[in-house]
């Protein structure tokens, strides 16, 4: 037979090239110096398996490398680190990379827990995705002056990484590129990138200051969330995108708030003037604030932007706003119809919510958790996402008649929550609608629903009894995903579609009635539909 490395004939029965070691069992590679006579593109892969389809393309070849090994030279020649080379070879300490390699491709180095350092050549110009994500020990390494990209978290979850520079020809920073970098304390955003992608910086708790300088011209608005530590975001005045006062990120005409770091000392801020609008994530997870005063000027606020402030207990408005209003340091809109943000730091474990109101906003009471009770009005005709997501201390609530959906996460995490009423006219109960509410151990959905969503009733793990009335016609994938007390459940004739894993991780004894007939879990996915 013909070998597919060095295609030098050999017997079957050899089951081993005798000129490159190649074997088709896959358990023997040839060696590196064999390897870079015959190749200019090696991979070094953890699998024990050969990809034939690459192998037949010719793209791919395999050197004497194995998942245990501690070190590994790549030969002189080699222009590619090809996707997966290195994935998960925790035994690896260090890689000395030829100055022929010109690109590092997705998921390269990833999950190398014990690699500490690495120095990439000059030749690279290409930093693909994933590419050292989760190397855990990785506490330095040099990024090429050749390189204009860093790709989508490409160093996610490199938490020992200290300090990094960016060399100047770099024009992007990708989506998590440094995300959860926990110990970088310093990072130089070099004159030419232009982009800073969303959660770029995410979690890198131990970064206090960051400078913009005049090339930027995007910022997503979430791309410095939960940097606990940083206090300042410095713009360069020169920039034409951006400014910054004391240390706030604002865009040029400083019109729009964008990001209030995280790390501030000061518990309370008066917004500027000359502001109009407060971007989402705008003050997310800003542990010290404690009170805000929002000027007469400002028309949007989005509905996000105070989340995660664990002790804000107070949103303050000037009374000559013509958009918005407050109520004992809550916000509503004007003419106080909707709540918009009850502020999550408020003492108080009891809430009653004003008769104007007709509609919950979108994370309106998001991770309250100080709340026991809230009281809603008849009025209310509508809950928006998330409006009670991470409620953990929320033991009961009445849902009013005039509501008439349940929202995706309106009610996800709420843990202690034992006691729901949903009233006849809802219609449908949303994806990840109870997710979590692991002590609710009795629900009765009402005859108007048709639709339970992906995941509605997912990890409600004290859920003994559900009933599911004659119209409900759908139920979503996970639907039930471990509910893992419940004993019982009949489905009936009127549903005609069941998502997968509906019922997965239930009770291993859990009988589900259909009709005449009664299933096991496992027999019911094969009848479903």
């Not at 030749?123 to 989508?152: D, H, M, R």
């Not at 200290?162 to 110990?183: H, K, L, M, Q, Y």
């Not at 206090?208 to 300042?232: H, M, Q, W």
Request: proline fraction near 5%; charge should be neutral; hydrophobic fraction near 30%.
């Amino acid at each position: 037979m013909k070998c597919p490395i060095c295609e030098t004939q050999y017997n079957e029965s050899d089951q081993q090239c005798r000129i490159c070691n190649f074997s088709e069992l896959g358990k023997i590679f040839p060696t590196e110096e064999d390897a870079k006579y015959f190749y200019d593109t090696v991979i070094i892969p953890y699998r024990e398996q050969w990809n034939e389809k690459r192998l037949a393309e010719k793209k791919l070849r395999v050197i004497n490398y194995d998942k245990q090994s501690t070190h590994c030279t790549i030969p002189d020649g080699v222009t590619s680190i090809e996707a997966d080379a290195f994935q998960n070879c925790t035994n690896l300490t260090s890689v000395a990379i030829p100055d022929t390699v010109k690109s590092i491709g997705d998921n390269a180095f990833r999950g190398c827990l014990n690699l500490t350092s690495l120095t990439i050549p000059d030749s690279v110009t290409s930093i693909a995705w994933k590419a050292f994500e989760n190397c855990k020990n990785l506490k330095t390494i040099t990024i090429p002056k050749g390189v204009t990209s860093i790709s989508v978290q490409a160093f996610y979850g490199c938490d020992s990484l200290e300090t990094i520079t960016i060399p100047d020809s770099v024009t992007s920073i990708g989506s998590c590129a440094f995300r959860e970098c926990t110990n970088l304390t310093s990072i130089t955003i070099p004159n030419g990138v232009t982009s800073i992608s969303n959660l770029a910086f995410y979690g890198c708790d131990r970064l206090k200051t960051i400078t913009i300088p005049d090339s930027v011209t995007y910022i997503s608005d979430d791309a410095f969330n939960r940097c606990e530590y940083l206090n300042s975001i410095n713009v360069s005045p020169d920039n034409k995108a951006y400014s910054s006062i004391d240390g706030v990120l604002l865009n040029k005409t400083q019109k729009e708030l964008i990001k209030y770091p995280s790390g501030r000392p000061q518990a309370s801020y008066k917004i500027p003037n000359s502001v109009i609008s407060i971007s989402r994530h705008a003050f997310e997870c800003c542990g010290n604030l404690i009170i805000i005063t929002i000027p007469d000027g400002i028309t949007s606020i989005d509905s996000h932007a105070f989340t995660w402030c664990e002790y804000l207990n107070s949103i303050n408005i000037s009374p000559d706003n013509k958009a918005y209003s407050s109520i004992d340091g809550v916000l509503f809109n004007k003419n106080q119809e909707k709540l918009i943000q009850y502020p999550p730091g408020k003492p108080q474990t009891n809430y009653k919510i004003p008769d104007s109101v007709t509609s919950l906003g979108s994370g309106s009471f998001k991770h309250c958790e100080n709340l026991k009770t809230i009281t809603i009005p008849d009025s209310v005709t509508h809950i928006g996402d998330g409006a009670f997501y991470n409620c953990t201390n929320l033991t009961s609530i009445t849902i009013p008649n005039g509501v008439t959906s349940i929202s995706n996460h309106a009610f996800y995490g709420c843990d202690r929550l034992k006691i729901i009423t949903i009233p006849d006219g809802v219609t449908s109960i949303s994806s990840h609608a109870f997710y979590g509410c692991d002590r609710l151990k009795i629900i009765t959905i009402p005859d108007g629903v048709t639709n339970i969503d992906e995941w509605a009733f997912g990890s409600c793990d004290r859920l003994k009894t559900i009933t599911i009335p004659d119209s409900v016609t759908y139920i979503g994938n996970d639907a039930f995903w471990f509910c893992n007390r419940l004993k019982t459940i009949t489905i009936p004739d009127s549903v005609t579609y069941i998502g997968n894993d509906a019922f997965s991780n239930c009770h291993k004894r859990l009988k589900i009635i259909k009709g005449r007939k009664t299933y096991t879990v496992t027999n019911f996915l094969r009848h479903k539909n």
